[in-house]
């Protein structure tokens, strides 16, 4: 995540036969460079580092000799609200206005979206909506009702943009999602209390709260059951722990995963269909997995040169898994032939130039999601996988790494648009920051979507959503006064929650308080920000 700067992710990271990878790797560069690069002082660093207690001064040796110790901690804790808030308001992450779509041309996804959203339907170039209602009057539509294409290019016209509900917290709220079905909602906080939301029926009511337990620092990263009837939450802990979400007593067990480092985290888990295994990323590097039948770790995979931030099932069927660390590697996994004894991933995704942060399936095994400390949302096809030259030049882009993503500014390298060599990915997203935590993004859904967007967090307190095809950003949230950490929408209803480390909970639906033409046009088609009007600031929403 985490536990490591950027630049020991990519200076001093391991392998798998346990040495350890030169640092700096030969690489020159020039005083001019590096002061460009420095954009924070490094004296408020060393206070920062001080008054956190990761180092400590001590008396050397002669009159005048002071030495600076680092101090192990058990905490993870990567910025406090002063430094942090600092960093937020001068940070600006850069929008790309001309995303390059060539690898979309001719890849299969353009034409699953298009019949996921109704625009393949031939002989139909009006798309507004009242054409769509006048056809389906007429009898003109399938079965003379809207087909679910034509129900998600209808739903696109409506996205989030009121802020309708808050739940405050003491301390910062990480982690946030929906339940499959999208009967519940739950919140991991600081305090070290989940938090339970029935949504049937359109509601969002806390109807729970239960004290997680042996928790070191933060509550890292929570899931649903895929029945919906239990929970699982894992933080600096050699334990995930699994509870009960109906009944009159609180049960919690502890799933034992048996690491052999001493200071232990589960960054992201997940759930498999069928309920039987729980996949955990961790920050020694490895896959673990732990099956609810046998109650115990059946798998330690050496995955990952470094901290092992994010993991996710390629589908229901659960055959395929994807991993993602601060090597700034994606790796494909077949689970069936997953040994041990020899940790060979079935294909890499190489192309950014820092650590990833978050993975996301489409829930197809073949398309998903990376966000990355590089700032930047990749979009990969597991079919076309880097070769050597890709997982070279990522490797040596993250060496060259010299800052701390958690309370340092982005350098100006960081946000450079060129594509490293051998990048096998379709699309790259700009116009998100990411800084301070593991900030999580995700497609839209695919009932009420079609899955036409991606959505993300944002440092600067920002919920960013883009456009999939076109890379544009469709909307902007903008209610938090800190970094927003997760963010997830419901997989029927038009509703997002973002989770903040201001301590708030929102939840965003879409209002109309008067008749706006451009609400009944395709937000491609909305006009730039220099022909538009002004949005009420009450909405707490942007389009740019």
Same mark, same amino acid.
């Given at each position: ?18 040495? &350890? ?11 001019? !460079? ?35 110790? /680092? ?11 002063? &430094? ?151 933080? &600096?802990?050699?334990?995930? /722990? ?17 690491? !052999? ?57 659960? /055959? ?95 946000? @450079? ?61 903008? !209610? ?20 903040? &480390? ?8 879409? @209002?109309?308080?008067?008749?706006? !033409? ?27």
């Amino acid at each position: 995540m985490g536990s490591r700067s950027s630049s020991n992710a990519g200076s001093g990271g391991r392998d798998r036969q346990g040495s &350890w990878l030169p640092r700096d790797s030969g690489v020159l560069r020039s005083e001019e !460079e590096d002061d460009e690069d420095e954009d924070v002082d490094l004296a408020q660093v060393l206070a920062y580092l001080l008054r956190r207690g990761q180092f400590h001064l001590m008396q050397g040796g002669g009159a005048a000799s002071v030495q600076v110790v /680092h101090a192990l901690s058990d905490s993870d804790d990567d910025s406090d609200s002063a &430094w942090e808030g600092r960093l937020g308001d001068q940070y600006k992450p850069t929008v790309d206005l001309t995303p390059d779509t060539r690898g979309l041309e001719n890849n299969e996804i353009r034409t699953r979206i298009q019949l996921a959203t109704g625009r393949l339907r031939p002989g139909r170039t009006d798309r507004s909506i009242p054409k769509l209602l006048c056809q389906r009057e007429r009898g003109l539509c399938h079965n003379s009702s809207f087909s679910p294409g034509e129900c998600s290019r209808v739903v696109s016209h409506f996205l989030p943009n009121y802020l309708t509900f808050t739940d405050s917290y003491s301390q910062k709220a990480f982690c946030g999602i929906y339940s499959r079905d999208g009967q519940l909602f739950m919140s991991a906080c600081q305090d070290q209390t989940i938090r339970l939301y029935n949504c049937s029926y359109g509601a969002f009511r806390k109807f729970k709260s239960i004290k997680a337990r042996d928790v070191g620092w933060s509550v890292l990263d929570v899931a649903f059951t895929p029945d919906g009837a239990h929970f699982l939450y894992s933080s &600096w802990s050699n334990y995930i /722990h699994i509870g009960n979400i109906y009944g009159e007593s609180d049960t919690h067990t502890a799933l034992d995963l048996r690491p !052999e480092e001493r200071r232990f985290a589960v960054f992201s888990l997940t759930v498999s269909s069928d309920g039987r295994e729980v996949l955990g990323g961790a920050n020694d590097g490895c896959i673990y997995i732990f099956d609810m039948e046998q109650k115990k770790r059946t798998l330690k995979i050496e995955s990952h040169e470094d901290d092992v931030n994010a993991v996710a099932f390629a589908d229901n069927s659960s /055959h395929i898994v994807f991993s993602g660390g601060d090597d700034a590697i994606c790796k494909v996994w077949d689970r069936r032939t997953m040994r041990e004894g020899d940790p060979k991933p079935v294909g890499i995704l190489a192309g950014h130039r820092d650590g990833i942060t978050f993975i996301d399936s489409k829930g197809d095994a073949r398309y998903l999601l990376s966000n990355s400390k590089d700032q930047t949302i990749k979009l990969w096809d597991m079919r076309k996988f880097s070769g050597r030259e890709g997982l070279e030049a990522s490797r040596q882009a993250v060496t060259q790494q010299n800052w701390d993503y958690r309370w340092q500014q982005v350098p100006k390298k960081a946000q @450079r648009k060129a594509k490293l060599p051998g990048d096998s990915s379709l699309m790259t997203y700009r116009g998100h920051g990411v800084l301070h935590t593991l900030i999580r993004c995700r497609f839209s859904p695919a009932h009420s979507t079609g899955q036409q967007y991606i959505y993300s967090g944002c440092s600067t307190g920002k919920v960013v959503v883009y456009d999939l095809l076109s890379g544009h950003i469709v909307k902007k949230l903008t !209610e938090h006064r800190a970094c927003v950490r997760d963010v997830s929408w419901h997989p029927y209803e038009e509703k997002i929650v973002s989770s903040s &480390w201001d301590g708030n909970l929102r939840l965003w639906e879409y @209002r109309q308080t008067e008749y706006d !033409e451009d609400a009944f046009r395709h937000p491609q088609q909305l006009p730039s920000n220099r022909e538009s009007r002004p949005k009420s600031s009450s909405f707490g929403v942007s389009d740019q």
